[in-house]
Antibody, heavy 115, light 107 residues
């Protein structure tokens, strides 16, 4: 079964950091580009970062550039998002999703930024 | 950045009825458009990609059409499990990948 499973979310104070993980299974992870997409409570979907299959090409949304870092380990079939300098507005469910038309999604991990 | 605009924001339809959802791009995205369904508490699910190709396992009552800047998702004969929020997303001019604001299909 093709599956993505996120982890690493939690409650963090403003200015804090977390490392989100996304474990892939059931497909050849190394041939697919990957993305992180988030959804604030009661809001729509916001793309935040992309990484190519090899990791050589990376893009960020303006809202997170300089604070978030995407990476991957193809040997471990895992995608990561290091989130630093967290703000209240980063509170959201964070999803990993495969390819450009996001054909496979994880169940999401919740990040809550609050003092 | 390409802005995606969905209409209406909410669509009221009876079970067995037909739903027509619209998505407009601020400039051409050719056919590089996807549609997603999201139910409360769940991750989005890909329904349609390349504007009109159904994803694996998606019932034939879901159909997509359009190209350029105007797109439509049609759900014929709505089932109870189809009441959800639907998003369009372009992947033609990126980054960023951009989503519409969503259309809620309700009874």
């Amino acid at each position: 079964e093709v599956q993505l499973v996120e982890s690493g979310g939690g409650l963090v104070q403003p200015g804090g950091s977390l490392r989100l993980s996304c474990a892939a299974s059931g497909f050849t992870f190394s041939i697919y580009s990957m993305n992180w997409v988030r959804q604030a409570p009661g809001k729509g979907l916001e793309w935040i970062s992309y990484i190519s299959n090899s990791g050589s090409t990376i893009y960020y949304a303006d809202s997170v550039r300089g604070r978030f870092t995407i990476s991957r380990d193809n040997g471990e079939n895992s995608l990561y998002l290091q989130v630093n300098s967290l703000r209240d507005e980063d509170t959201a469910v964070y999803y990993c999703a495969r390819a450009l038309y996001l054909d496979v999604w994880g169940q999401g991990t919740t990040v809550t930024v609050s003092s | 950045e390409i802005v995606m605009t969905q209409s209406p924001a909410t669509l009221s339809v009876s079970p067995g009825g037909r739903a027509t959802l619209s998505c407009r791009a601020s400039r051409s995205v050719t056919s590089n458009l996807a549609w997603y369904q999201q139910k409360p508490g769940q991750a989005p699910r890909l329904l349609i990609y390349d504007a009109s190709t159904r994803a694996t396992g998606i019932p034939a009552r879901f159909s997509g059409s359009g190209s350029g800047t105007e797109f439509t998702l049609t759900i014929s004969s709505l089932q109870s499990e189809d009441f959800a929020v639907y998003y369009c997303q372009q992947y033609n001019n990126w980054p960023p990948l951009t989503f519409g604001g969503g259309t809620k299909v309700e009874i």
